[in-house]
């Protein structure tokens, strides 16, 4: 039986690194409701400010967003890990004695798909708002069951609907995090912590997949 994980950013917002004030943002909309209005994660290229004097081998922002150094990315695609692209980022430092990385520094972007939360987990639609067609979705109730294993379609880093920005992970990914002795990240199993999973509004698939490919996914559901 696999075990997944939930991995994440260590408790460190200290070491965060910045979002550039020229990074772009997707704004959630509602022509009708102002209070609607919500910031879903950045879009178009990365561009952070690093402000501490080193970085380990997996950077996050303060959004959550996951950058890794080359030496990171080199690893994981000789141990054939699965589920995952990257894109080049922009970055600058704050810091005079800043050690630059070795290489150029990309995001993380998630490729793999675990289907649609269980049912046993407890999210379900609370709520569909008809001005803007926003999807409300309940909190998590059985972290443990978000995962329905015939959804998933065997990457090591993958997304369950409706939480696109958690990146969940096979015990694969793990044994290659610790086997390299990789820094920067924090593993959490069962899969939430307490409000790990909040309700929330997800968005729309094709922010995270191709359009033709989010329409497959969605199931005819109206988040593509």
């Known amino acids: ?59 996050w922002t303060i959004y959550n967003e996951c950058v890794l150094q080359q030496r990171t990315v080199d690893i994981f695609r000789a141990e054939g890990l699965t589920g995952f692209d990257t894109s080049p980022i922009l970055w600058r430092s704050s810091r005079k004695d800043f050690v630059p990385p070795e290489g150029p520094l990309s995001r993380l972007a998630i490729s793999g798909w675990g289907g649609f939360a269980r049912e046993d987990s407890g999210v379900k639609i609370r709520e569909i708002l008809p001005c803007c067609h926003h999807v409300i979705y309940d909190n998590v109730s059985a972290p443990t069951e978000i995962i329905d294993p015939s959804q998933w379609d065997g990457s090591d880093f993958f997304m ?18 610790r086997r390299h002795k990789l820094k920067g990240y924090e593993l959490h199993l069962p899969l939430a912590q307490p409000n790990g999973f909040p309700t929330r509004c997800a968005g729309l698939l094709s922010w995270y997949f191709p359009r033709k490919r989010a329409k497959e996914l969605a199931k005819g559901q109206d988040i593509v």
């Open 1 to 59: 039986m696999t075990t997944f994980y939930r991995l994440g950013p260590p408790d460190q917002y200290s070491r965060r690194a910045l979002l550039d004030k020229s990074a772009r943002f997707r704004i959630m909309k509602c022509p009708e409701n102002w209070g609607h209005r919500k910031v879903a994660g950045t879009y178009g290229q990365l561009r952070i400010v690093i402000k501490t004097k080193t970085i380990d081998d997996l950077v």
């Open 160 to 177: 369950v609907w409706p939480f696109p920005n958690k990146i969940l992970i096979t015990s694969r990914v793990v044994e290659v995090l």
